[in-house]
């Protein structure tokens, strides 16, 4: 069998003759390559899959509440370097309005609002954590 370049380190490999369509070496980094580009196509392609992977993460942060702010008070130099990160973005915004963090899907008053349920989070403070945000659910009687 002809031997190939592969398509993450750009080596040339020879394929297993039981894959006659390799494109990627048995290199381990290759091989991550391999599977996260398989992953991230399947998650833009297959809703059933998307739909599994999301509440599988909803399980394993179900299961482990605390992970996060265990691994912060264990990483204090993760922990800066993220705050230092996120005060650069925030920087960065051109909209003095917008230095609070928001979700993409935060509510902007440029159209009528939706019956539905939403997340609360103050604005006041740093504008990272929501810790203190609430779910509620909005129930639109008039628009006029």
């Not at 993760?78 to 920087?91: E, G, P, V």
Request: charged share 25%.
């Amino acid at each position: 069998m002809a031997k190939r370049h592969c398509a993450a380190c750009q080596k040339v490999f020879e394929p297993h003759p039981h894959v006659p369509v390799q494109q990627y070496c048995s290199a381990p980094d290759c091989q991550k390559v391999r599977r996260r580009q398989w992953q991230q196509h399947k998650l833009k392609s297959d809703p059933d899959y998307r739909d599994n992977q999301a509440r599988a993460q909803r399980q394993w942060q179900q299961d482990h509440p605390d992970y996060w702010r265990t691994y912060r008070q264990g990483h204090p130099d993760y922990t800066a370097r993220n705050r230092n990160r996120q005060r650069q973005r925030n920087q960065k915004r051109r909209h003095p309005q917008s230095l609070e963090i928001a979700k993409m899907d935060a509510y902007r008053a440029a159209s009528d609002p939706i019956s539905g349920t939403y997340w609360l989070v103050p604005v006041s403070g740093e504008g990272i954590a929501k810790m203190d945000a609430c779910m509620v659910e909005l129930a639109i009687v008039s628009t006029g």
